[in-house]
């Protein structure tokens, strides 16, 4: 398929079953920086248009797209919302828990060597802090209100004017915040060295690099379908009721 790299990040990410694998594997950030041009993005990556072209391509093209293949930008929002939900939530909810008490662990195991670890910790509680009521705001307000507006819409009738005006509002306020959650979890990243378990780590030690990639990439489909996929819609549902 022909690859048209003039795009934004985000519109090759809807239009290429396997995006996200693709620009995952090379850096890219396609959630909270896909508005960025696609040629910008791999230069701020420090990739090759060239090979990152070449692999959309091919994902493109194969006919095992993946879980990101499903076409949620033609589902209703109130589906693609309980997904999020049931899915992303459950599992940062999960591994919140988990992380806390492994992180704990490793530090009093390990910290006297690796002082990175308490930096880490501390980013750790301080991403666990802002994504707990950052979810419950999305499925207590937020989320509700765009599955309503759906409703509504569906019946030829307009969703009654929220406490916080537009639709807009919430949304502009949840992704800041999913900025605030990326960067923190690049800042672990870059303080593991990419996840890298030092020669002398333990069995919990590799758990807990080997957890905290695992979460930084569901947050990173997370938002991707919340900032490129849910709120779009939600504005333009809104505009048009």
């Known amino acids: 398929m022909q690859i048209n790299i003039t795009k934004t990040v985000r519109e090759l990410t809807l239009e290429i079953p396997g995006a996200t694998r693709v620009f995952e594997k090379a850096g890219i950030d396609y959630c909270c920086g896909g508005g960025t041009p696609f040629q910008e993005a791999c230069a701020?990556?420090?990739v090759s248009t060239d090979e990152v072209t070449r692999s959309l391509e091919q994902a493109g093209e194969s006919s095992d797209g993946g879980a990101d293949a499903t076409q949620w930008q033609t589902q209703p929002?109130?589906?693609?919302?309980a997904h999020i939900v049931g899915t992303h939530h459950v599992f940062t909810r999960g591994e919140l828990a988990?992380?806390?008490?492994?992180?704990s662990r490793v530090c009093s195991i390990h910290g006297q060597n690796h002082s990175e670890?308490?930096?880490?910790q501390r980013l750790f509680q301080d991403l666990n802090r802002d994504l707990i009521p950052h979810m419950q705001k999305e499925e207590i307000v937020l989320f509700p209100y765009i599955e309503q507006m759906e409703a509504t819409a569906?019946?030829?009738?307009?969703?009654?004017?929220?406490?916080?005006?537009t639709v807009q509002n919430p949304i502009r306020m949840m992704m800041m915040e999913h900025d605030t959650a990326g960067e923190i979890l690049k800042q672990v990243r870059q303080l593991s060295g990419g996840f890298s378990v030092p020669k002398d780590g333990c069995i919990s030690y590799e758990t807990l690099y080997k957890a905290l990639d695992a979460l930084e990439q569901d947050l990173h489909q997370h938002i991707h379908l919340e900032n490129n996929i849910l709120f779009p819609g939600a504005v333009a549902l809104e505009r048009v009721s």
């Open 117 to 120: 670890l308490f930096r880490i």
């Open 98 to 103: 988990r992380l806390d008490a492994l992180l």
């Open 77 to 81: 929002l109130s589906k693609l919302a």
């Open 44 to 46: 701020a990556a420090g």
């Open 154 to 165: 569906s019946e030829g009738a307009t969703a009654p004017v929220p406490f916080f005006g």
